[in-house]
């Protein structure tokens, strides 16, 4: 069964941190890892898609890597800001006939002043 | 609006009613999903078609769901009889298809269920 895990499960940190998140999963025969943004009451922003050909994307003060031989992802958050602060989950593409995505449960992250 | 809309945003109703959530995808996109979230989880698979042919609907937990997308575009999930433990924050997304980065999905803002 594919599982997608990610600890922890919250995070606080001062503002200014560079900070790690990380995913892992069960099958590495994964085609994308898309990481999402949850704000509350809010749907889920799309913030970096790895191909499996990739080992990692950048987009801002973000980046997020892929390691399929380990089934391991993480997103790095450089110099934390209070905005930052909302639920990332990241998710696996196993492509196919499986047009779905799999979802961990998020890291519930706060970013204090 | 070019981004993936759903309506209603909220919907309360009562146990046994039915109900139908609408997904509007962005525009071109050949692919929609729907998910289902409850709270403290990520979102869980439904179903989801290319067009309009439902590719896969694994996900959907018994024969009171049911999704339509007639003419390759608007998608409609529909709960039969509803029962509390429906009650959820239910997430559409639609993509370009295909594979690699022509899958990464966008979701709308979703529709939070309360059945009482």
């Known amino acids: ?113 | 609006g070019a981004g993936v809309s759903q309506s209603p945003r909220y919907k309360v109703t009562k146990r046994g009613q039915d109900v139908a959530l609408r997904c509007d995808p962005i525009s071109g996109h050949v692919s929609l999903y729907w998910y289902r979230q409850a709270l403290g989880q990520g979102p869980e698979f439904l179903t989801y078609f290319n067009y309009e042919a439902q590719q896969d609907k694994s996900g959907l937990p018994n024969d009171r769901f049911s999704a339509e997308r007639p003419e390759g575009s608007i998608s409609t999930l529909t709960i039969q009889r509803t029962e509390q433990r429906d009650s959820a924050m239910y997430r559409c997304a639609s993509s370009l298809g295909g594979q690699g980065p022509y899958n990464e999905q966008f979701f709308g803002p979703g529709t939070r269920l309360t059945v009482l």
């Open chain 1, 1 to 113: 069964k594919q599982e997608v895990t990610q600890i922890p499960a919250a995070l606080s940190v001062p503002e200014g941190e560079n900070l790690v998140l990380n995913c892992s999963f069960t099958d590495s025969a994964i085609y994308n890892l898309q990481w999402f943004r949850q704000d509350p009451g809010k749907g889920l922003t799309s913030l970096l898609l790895i191909q499996s050909s990739q080992r990692e994307q950048t987009s801002g003060r973000l980046n997020a890597s892929l390691d399929k031989s380990s089934g391991r992802s993480t997103l790095y958050i450089a110099a934390s800001q209070p905005g930052d602060s909302a639920t990332y989950l990241c998710a696996g593409d196993y492509g196919g006939s499986q047009g779905n995505l799999i979802f961990g449960k998020g890291t519930k992250l706060s970013v204090k002043p």
